[in-house]
Antibody, heavy 128, light 109 residues
Framework: QVQLQESGPGLVKPSQTLSLTCTVSGGSISSGGYYWSWIRQHPGKGLEWIGYIYYSGSTYYNPSLKSRVTISVDTSKNQFSLKLSSVTAADTAVYYC????????????????????WGQGTLVTVSS | EIVLTQSPGTLSLSPGERATLSCRASQSVSSSYLAWYQQKPGQAPRLLIY???SRATGIPDRFSGSGSGTDFTLTISRLEPEDFAVYYC??????????FGQGTRLEIK
C-alpha cells in the first residue's frame, strides 16, 4: 500500500519561499509509471492543482502558479518537493501530495494522470 | 482552462435514499478524463471514480459514474451514513491545467 507524507514548516513569512517535501513509502518513485503531484486547498474552499513531476524530472505546472513553482524529485530518498516563491496570505492552504496514476483509455493510449493516493495534508500559513 | 460547475451546492438526503450529483464542464472533456473524489472533514480526498465511470479499487458498487462530453453524474444508489461528505469532480484531460469543481456537500436530512 502506497503511503505519502508531507513535511515542512507550518508558518512562512510573506515574500519568502514555501518549501515542502513528500516522502513516499510502499513504492519506489524511480520505478516509473506515476506522476508525483502537489495539490492545495484554501481554508474552507475547493482543490487547486499545483503541478506534478515524473521520476525522470519532467515537470508540469498549473499556468496560474508556474512563475513561482518548482517541483523536484530525489529518487535516492524516495521524495519529491515543492517550492513556492514570493508567498502571500493567498497561499495559505492545506497542501497535499498525491500520486498520479494512468490507464490505457479506449483509444489505446495512456491517459493523463488522476490522483489515487494522497498524503494527509499539511497546513501552511503565510503570516508575519 | 476547463471550468467545472457542480450542482447542487448542497444536497440534503436521508440514509437509504439515492443521490445524484452533477458536474458540467465549460468545454468537452477529452476521452471522458473525469474523476470523482469524496472528502470528509479533516481528511484528504479519496478517489471514487476515474475515466468517468470506472470505480477505484475498494470503492463500493453503490457508487457509479456516468456521462461524457460536458455532462457527468455521480450516483450513490443507497446512501450509507458514511457517505455524507463533500464530493468533487476533476478533469484531467485538458492540457496544461487540471481543474476541479467547487464541490457538492451531501448532508443528512
Amino acid at each position: 500500500q502506497v503511503q505519502l507524507q508531507e513535511s515542512g514548516p507550518g508558518l512562512v513569512k510573506p515574500s519568502q519561499t514555501l518549501s515542502l517535501t513528500c516522502t513516499v513509502s510502499g513504492g519506489s518513485i524511480s520505478s516509473g509509471g506515476y506522476y508525483w503531484s502537489w495539490i492545495r486547498q484554501h481554508p474552507g474552499k475547493g482543490l487547486e492543482w499545483i503541478g506534478y513531476i515524473y521520476y525522470s524530472g519532467s515537470t508540469y505546472y498549473n499556468p496560474s502558479l508556474k512563475s513561482r513553482v518548482t517541483i523536484s524529485v530525489d529518487t535516492s530518498k524516495n521524495q519529491f518537493s515543492l517550492k513556492l516563491s514570493s508567498v502571500t496570505a493567498a497561499d495559505t492552504a492545506v497542501y497535499y501530495c498525491a500520486r498520479g496514476s494512468r490507464y490505457y483509455d479506449s483509444s489505446g493510449y495512456f491517459s493523463p494522470p488522476f490522483f489515487d493516493y494522497w498524503g494527509q495534508g499539511t497546513l501552511v500559513t503565510v503570516s508575519s | 482552462e476547463i471550468v467545472l460547475t457542480q450542482s447542487p451546492g448542497t444536497l440534503s438526503l436521508s440514509p437509504g435514499e439515492r443521490a445524484t450529483l452533477s458536474c458540467r464542464a465549460s468545454q468537452s472533456v477529452s476521452s471522458s478524463y473525469l474523476a470523482w473524489y469524496q472528502q470528509k472533514p479533516g481528511q484528504a480526498p479519496r478517489l471514487l471514480i476515474y475515466g468517468a465511470s470506472s470505480r477505484a479499487t475498494g470503492i463500493p458498487d453503490r457508487f457509479s459514474g456516468s456521462g461524457s462530453g460536458t455532462d457527468f453524474t455521480l450516483t450513490i444508489s443507497r446512501l450509507e451514513p458514511e457517505d455524507f461528505a463533500v464530493y468533487y469532480c476533476q478533469q484531467y484531460g485538458s492540457s496544461p491545467a487540471i481543474t476541479f469543481g467547487q464541490g457538492t456537500r451531501l448532508e443528512i436530512k
